[in-house]
């Protein structure tokens, strides 16, 4: 290491500190989005198009790659410990089940509650080893996803900042601080962690209260014989809300044939918001009011549950927040996300990387020129000629695909009489003969139209003839 600083001091391993800078995966991103996109696009697979799709050109960073293998290190440390723990707690439940029974033998009372109890808590002990089970395969596997879709989020994110995009951020998120970015990426990885196991944790007991209630209210009423009646009650259930989602539909079909006015145009998808027969939408909105407000009771209990439901199943997720809009704020590990990929985004760019590469390479380049032994030999008058040459054929072919930009170059103001004015209308016709092979205009302008017709040809089309500029057509 102490050779290798003193060479980099040296300034003789500067390629290496180029090379760290901008990596190979970088740079051929860099090339992608300055070459031409395929007019036909390769077809994707069903998991490129649903689940992943690999992009050789991107790499993840080793913060990432080592916050998912200790989050999935952990996990499975944390699964095994809670399948321990829950074998030891069924174990005491026979114990306490067969003390019960011990003492309801000892009474010689069949009525004791002791007695009674006894067959339920078998059912009990049953179901719930059974659910517990299948509910931490569940849990388990969504947590391992999770560590996984997040990886994936970290990619379209940090490619959405890149192309400018920040439409997927809330407003206040748009511009975070220095001081919370650098903060974020110093707890990002233990709070990811962190997240990991307790939303296996919370996401597992709420899958097994949710398996108990299927265990108790479908399972078991079928093997007791009570299939039947169980069907009855799911199929008046099933109906009620079938009537209630089929009455809002009606709803809206209504409004659109009776309350909308017709279409402006034929080819129009959807009628206007606009208003038609006032009159009877109010009388309409009058008798519906009080069906919509005891309807309104239902939903708001069903948006109460969904809500629970959600928060509960994207808890770990920290890349999304669970708060509603406008109080993102109150989410601290979705700001720690945020923070976080603004920071890689301003590091890692592909595209300021290669800026800064190219800069220091240059740079590298007069430097080895400058401290050579053999710099006083060089020919420095022929590199400044060629440069001199390479700028003007740069230039010709710059001006030959841009003929606006010749009248929007840089000259001297003289009287019109002067030699240097007539150049200047010599130029004018150039650019007015270039423009005239892309838009098909005559190669002989009038001397009226010189002026009027050079700038018009490199107007947006539409714009001349809606302006004060007119385009005239007259030859000579």
């Given at each position: 290491?102490?050779?290798?600083?003193?060479?980099?001091?040296?300034?003789?391993?500067?390629?290496?500190?180029?090379?760290?800078?901008?990596?190979?995966?970088?740079?051929?991103?860099?090339?992608?989005?300055?070459?031409?996109?395929?007019?036909?696009?390769?077809?994707?697979?069903?998991?490129?198009?649903?689940?992943?799709?690999?992009?050789?050109?991107?790499?993840?960073?080793?913060?990432?790659?080592?916050?998912?293998?200790?989050?999935?290190?952990?996990?499975?440390?944390?699964?095994?410990?809670?399948?321990?723990?829950?074998?030891?707690?069924?174990?005491?439940?026979?114990?306490?089940?067969?003390?019960?029974?011990?003492?309801?033998?000892?009474?010689?009372?069949?009525?004791?509650?002791?007695?009674?109890?006894?067959?339920?808590?078998?059912?009990?002990?049953?179901?719930?080893?059974?659910?517990?089970?299948?509910?931490?395969?569940?849990?388990?596997?969504?947590?391992?996803?999770?560590?996984?879709?997040?990886?994936?989020?970290?990619?379209?994110?940090?490619?959405?900042?890149?192309?400018?995009?920040?439409?997927?951020?809330?407003?206040?998120?748009?511009?975070?601080?220095?001081?919370?970015?650098?903060?974020?990426?110093?707890?990002?990885?233990?709070?990811?962690?962190?997240?990991?196991?307790?939303?296996?944790?919370?996401?597992?007991?709420?899958?097994?209260?949710?398996?108990?209630?299927?265990?108790?209210?479908?399972?078991?009423?079928?093997?007791?014989?009570?299939?039947?009646?169980?069907?009855?009650?799911?199929?008046?259930?099933?109906?009620?809300?079938?009537?209630?989602?089929?009455?809002?539909?009606?709803?809206?079909?209504?409004?659109?044939?009776?309350?909308?006015?017709?279409?402006?145009?034929?080819?129009?998808?959807?009628?206007?918001?606009?208003?038609?027969?006032?009159?009877?939408?109010?009388?309409?909105?009058?008798?519906?009011?009080?069906?919509?407000?005891?309807?309104?009771?239902?939903?708001?209990?069903?948006r109460l549950i969904c809500s629970f439901v959600v928060g509960t199943w994207l808890i770990s997720r920290i890349d999304?927040?669970?708060?509603?809009?406008?109080?993102?704020?109150?989410?601290?590990?979705?700001?720690?996300?945020?923070?976080?990929?603004?920071?890689?985004?301003?590091?890692?760019?592909?595209?300021?990387?290669?800026?800064?590469?190219?800069?220091?390479?240059?740079?590298?380049?007069?430097?080895?020129?400058?401290?050579?032994?053999?710099?006083?030999?060089?020919?420095?008058?022929?590199?400044?000629v060629n440069s001199k040459v390479r700028s003007r054929w740069l230039l010709l072919y710059t001006l030959l695909n841009?003929?606006?930009?010749?009248?929007?170059?840089?000259?001297?103001?003289?009287?019109?009489?002067?030699?240097?004015?007539?150049?200047?209308?010599?130029?004018?016709?150039?650019?007015?003969?270039?423009?005239?092979?892309?838009?098909?205009?005559?190669?002989?302008?009038?001397?009226?139209?010189?002026?009027?017709?050079?700038?018009?040809?490199?107007?947006?089309?539409?714009?001349?003839?809606?302006?004060?500029?007119?385009?005239?057509?007259?030859?000579?």
């Amino acid at each position: 290491m102490l050779v290798k600083a003193i060479r980099v001091n040296l300034r003789l391993d500067t390629e290496e500190e180029q090379e760290q800078i901008l990596q190979t995966h970088q740079a051929r991103h860099v090339q992608n989005l300055l070459r031409k996109p395929a007019e036909q696009k390769l077809e994707k697979n069903w998991f490129q198009r649903k689940i992943y799709d690999w992009d050789p050109n991107f790499k993840f960073p080793n913060r990432m790659i080592g916050t998912s293998i200790i989050s999935l290190i952990c996990l499975y440390i944390f699964t095994l410990a809670e399948y321990s723990v829950s074998d030891i707690a069924f174990k005491e439940l026979d114990l306490f089940k067969e003390a019960l029974k011990v003492v309801g033998e000892s009474s010689n009372d069949t009525g004791n509650i002791l007695t009674q109890s006894i067959p339920q808590i078998e059912e009990f002990n049953k179901v719930a080893k059974g659910t517990w089970f299948v509910t931490t395969f569940l849990a388990c596997a969504t947590s391992v996803t999770y560590i996984f879709h997040i990886l994936a989020c970290y990619r379209k994110h940090l490619m959405r900042l890149w192309a400018g995009q920040k439409g997927f951020l809330p407003q206040k998120f748009h511009n975070p601080s220095p001081a919370t970015s650098v903060a974020a990426i110093a707890r990002y990885s233990g709070w990811q962690i962190a997240y990991t196991l307790w939303g296996y944790l919370i996401l597992h007991f709420v899958m097994f209260i949710f398996g108990l209630c299927i265990a108790y209210g479908c399972i078991l009423p079928i093997q007791k014989g009570h299939g039947l009646k169980l069907l009855k009650g799911f199929g008046i259930s099933i109906l009620t809300i079938a009537l209630l989602i089929g009455f809002v539909i009606i709803q809206i079909v209504i409004a659109q044939i009776f309350f909308l006015q017709d279409k402006i145009s034929p080819e129009d998808k959807g009628k206007p918001l606009a208003l038609n027969n006032k009159k009877a939408f109010q009388n309409f909105s009058y008798f519906l009011l009080f069906y919509n407000a005891i309807m309104g009771l239902g939903n708001c209990i069903f948006r109460l549950i969904c809500s629970f439901v959600v928060g509960t199943w994207l808890i770990s997720r920290i890349d999304r927040t669970i708060m509603q809009r406008g109080y993102e704020g109150v989410d601290p590990g979705y700001g720690t996300w945020i923070s976080m990929i603004f920071f890689d985004h301003y590091h890692n760019n592909p595209v300021i990387l290669c800026f800064c590469h190219l800069l220091l390479a240059k740079k590298t380049i007069t430097q080895r020129k400058k401290f050579s032994l053999y710099s006083q030999f060089s020919n420095t008058s022929e590199s400044a000629v060629n440069s001199k040459v390479r700028s003007r054929w740069l230039l010709l072919y710059t001006l030959l695909n841009n003929p606006c930009l010749i009248l929007l170059r840089k000259r001297k103001t003289s009287p019109s009489n002067s030699p240097s004015c007539r150049r200047s209308l010599d130029r004018m016709t150039l650019t007015y003969r270039l423009a005239s092979r892309y838009r098909g205009m005559p190669e002989k302008p009038t001397e009226s139209s010189l002026v009027n017709g050079s700038v018009c040809a490199f107007l947006p089309q539409g714009l001349c003839e809606s302006r004060a500029v007119p385009r005239r057509r007259e030859s000579l």
